[in-house]
């Protein structure tokens, strides 16, 4: 079936309760952003539409509607890379203390700890961006291929089995792109993009359990957020109920925005700590293969993008990582 404990997964995430409770603060804050942009953009456009008929209120309220929805997605867009370095990379850093049996250092908060350990590793929210996007690159380039050679097996129906599989490992590399983040914070590296590239080697290499799982996860997560929506649906649905010229479409977006939450604030960090576990269990003892190397050196340009940034790549100096940490 799967190769990960669920309950040494939920044990980890309630160890870890304060990042889960800033991952709630945060991802239900901007939920709950989008709701209030949305509503007091659509009554700032209900007004408007006073000065005309029925229509023409009605269309100034859902652009009012619109705008505000649009101009939070701006500010999220915005604040992504900042996001990825406090809030996810810092989580993965206590789970990976914790995953290995280690106890959290006397007198420092998870959260102090996090910052410090995602500092020396990733001297700025840039840089754990940059890496965080070319892994995401390689890893779809590694998905292709495995879609490859799904397409070419003499199965019937094989199309539509791609299709299927397209599907799933498109859901999975968002499970698998912050474990090979995890692989520079546990290996305590001073070249991310260095380790990135090892550990992308290594979990090609070893892609068929990977994917497994992270089908399974899959499976899990988007089952579970499936049921958030359908219990979000009622109180998104009130929302919209009380923002003027209440439009049908909002309950939906709304109950989706809700479960999103749920979903990145506890759901993801859940699969995150099982793939975790699987990779480094699963690579334990082993060295990159050249010939996988090699082979996403061919098949992705982000993996030679990364092969030149780690070879080129210059640590901070001591008083830089001092001023960043300060």
């Not at 939920?10 to 901007?30: E, S």
């Not at 859901?171 to 070249?191: C, H, M, P, Q, W």
């Amino acid at each position: 079936m799967w190769d990960f404990s669920v309950a040494r997964a939920l044990g980890l995430m309630f160890k870890t309760l304060p990042f889960v409770m800033l991952r709630v603060a945060v991802y239900f804050g901007v939920a709950v952003a989008y709701v209030l942009a949305t509503g007091t953009g659509a009554g700032i456009g209900w007004g408007v539409g006073g000065f005309g008929d029925e229509g023409f209120r009605a269309s100034t309220t859902l652009w009012g509607g619109v705008i505000g929805f649009g101009l939070t997605a701006a500010v999220m867009y915005l604040l992504r890379e900042y996001i990825l370095y406090i809030v996810k990379a810092g989580h993965i850093a206590v789970l990976i203390k914790l995953l290995d049996g280690e106890r959290m250092p006397e007198g420092r908060s998870q959260i102090t700890y996090a910052r410090e350990e995602v500092t020396k590793r990733f001297a700025q929210a840039s840089v754990l961006f940059g890496v965080d996007q070319l892994v995401k690159g390689v890893l779809r380039a590694i998905t292709g291929l495995v879609r490859g050679i799904v397409s070419i097996l003499p199965i019937p129906g094989a199309q539509q089995l791609v299709s299927v599989v397209q599907a799933f490992l498109r859901i999975a590399v968002g499970f698998i792109d912050e474990v090979i983040l995890a692989y520079a914070i546990r290996t305590k590296s001073n070249n991310a993009w260095a380790s990135a590239q090892t550990a992308l080697v290594l979990y090609a290499q070893n892609y068929k359990p990977m994917l497994k799982n992270a089908a399974w996860l899959a499976l899990i997560v988007y089952g579970l957020s499936f049921v958030v929506f359908l219990v979000m649906l009622a109180p998104a649905a009130l929302a919209v109920y009380l923002i003027p010229g209440a439009w049908s479409a909002g309950g939906v977006i709304f109950a989706l925005l809700f479960a999103w939450a749920v979903k990145a604030a506890l759901l993801e960090p859940f699969a995150i700590t099982c793939m975790m576990d699987v990779y480094f269990r699963t690579i334990e003892g082993q060295v990159p293969d050249p010939a996988w190397e090699a082979k996403l050196e061919n098949l992705s340009r982000k993996f030679r993008t990364l092969k030149e940034k780690a070879a080129t790549y210059q640590p901070p100096r001591a008083t830089d990582a001092e001023t960043a940490t300060a």
